[in-house]
């Protein structure tokens, strides 16, 4: 089975500053990892995706994630945030043997001038 | 057009009626979902769909049902709607294992 935790569902930095979301997961066979963006009063929009190539994936808006087998964590960066960052994000696990998309319960990201 | 359509894109009902929202998609994709997403919960699974004739629960699918009529067309239905499923419930869609395409989301507001 899968899951996974994002830590701290709620975290505000400076415009210009470094963003780091965190996300962990748990997976019984090698996992797609997915990041996904929520902006207000808006479906979900996917930022970016790790499907067993590189380990580095570079998404959209100058985000990008890292897998770590060895840490289970597949956490979310980018250099310099913008004041329209400020949304919720969303990880999520679906193991290839093809189940469905599981969700972590988001971490809203605000950003401050 | 947008790939996956949701309808309605409101609702504000009373305990005990029947509702159903409607999704929609373009992509001629296989796998549809039904997630409803609550304030610090995160989206969570109702119901998922592989093809037309696999319909397989979620995490909470009690009080919910599902059809799949055609492979671009998958409804959920509150049979007797409660208070306690006033949510944003979102519908998407994918190819195989691939990433998930999601709709605007439906509002829906139990009284």
């Known amino acids: 089975a899968q899951s996974v935790t994002q830590l701290g569902s709620h975290v505000s930095v400076s415009e210009g500053a470094l963003v780091l979301l965190r996300c962990n997961y748990s997976?019984?066979?090698?996992?797609?990892l997915f990041w996904y963006v929520q902006y207000p009063n808006q479906g979900l929009q996917l930022l970016l995706k790790y499907t067993s190539a590189a380990t580095l994936v570079k998404g959209i808006n100058g985000f990008e994630a890292e897998f770590k087998k060895s840490e289970t964590s597949f956490h979310l960066t980018k250099p310099s945030a913008h004041m329209s960052d400020a949304a919720e994000y969303f990880c999520a696990v679906s193991g290839q043997a093809g189940t469905a998309l599981i969700f972590g319960k988001g971490t809203t990201l605000s950003v401050s001038s | 057009d947008a790939d996956v359509t949701q309808t309605p894109r409101n609702r504000i009902t009373k305990t005990g009626k029947r509702i159903m929202l409607e999704c929609s998609q373009t992509?001629?994709?296989?796998?549809m979902y039904w997630y409803r997403q609550d304030p610090g919960l995160g989206l969570r699974l109702i119901y998922y769909?592989?093809?037309?004739?696999?319909?397989n629960k979620g995490e909470i699918s009690d009080g919910y049902s599902v059809s799949r009529q055609a492979q671009a067309k998958f409804s959920l239905s509150l049979e007797s709607a409660i208070p306690n499923q006033t949510a944003l419930y979102f519908c998407?869609?994918?190819?195989?294992?691939?990433?998930?395409?999601f709709g605007p989301g439906t509002r829906l507001t139990v009284l």
């Open positions: 998407a869609s994918s190819r195989g294992s691939y990433e998930q395409f």
């Open positions: 992509k001629g994709h296989d796998r």
């Open positions: 997976s019984s066979v090698p996992p797609y």
């Open positions: 769909s592989f093809d037309v004739k696999d319909i």
